[in-house]
């Protein structure tokens, strides 16, 4: 089983930035291609970036796009969501996902996605 621990949130003002973390632990964890999505109240899950095992693919969703930076370091089974520029639309709990399938390629909706962390909100105030 895979087991995903997501942290790093917490509540900024407008302009602000944090790094969220997600630690991939269990017996078949393998370093697979993963994401972070989002979900703010009242509306649907949504992907927000992806990126491949190896690191040399990365996806954003355009809302984020030059203000958000995936990454990860497989030596430690770690993948990381630096936002920067912080918006008050950006406020949602962050969820990290690992795909039980894939490792080149990127999924950028759930269903690419098999495990699931227990998000971690995020909160930016104007």
């Known amino acids: 089983q895979v087991q995903l621990a997501d942290t790093g949130g917490g509540s900024v003002q407008a302009g602000g930035s944090l790094r969220l973390s997600c630690l991939g632990a269990g017996r078949t964890f393998s370093n697979p291609s993963m994401g972070w999505f989002r979900q703010a109240p009242g509306k649907e899950r949504e992907f927000v970036a992806g990126?491949?095992?190896?690191?040399?693919?990365?996806y954003y969703a355009d809302s984020v796009k030059g203000r958000f930076t995936i990454s990860r370091d497989n030596a430690k089974n770690t993948v990381f969501l630096q936002m920067n520029s912080l918006k008050p639309e950006d406020t949602a709990v962050y969820y990290c996902?690992?795909?039980?399938?894939?490792?080149?390629?990127?999924?950028?909706?759930?269903?690419?996605?098999?495990?699931w962390g227990q998000g971690t909100q995020v909160t930016v105030s104007s």
């Open positions: 990126i491949n095992q190896s690191g040399g693919a990365t």
């Open positions: 996902a690992a795909s039980g399938r894939y490792v080149t390629t990127v999924p950028r909706t759930a269903l690419g996605y098999d495990y």
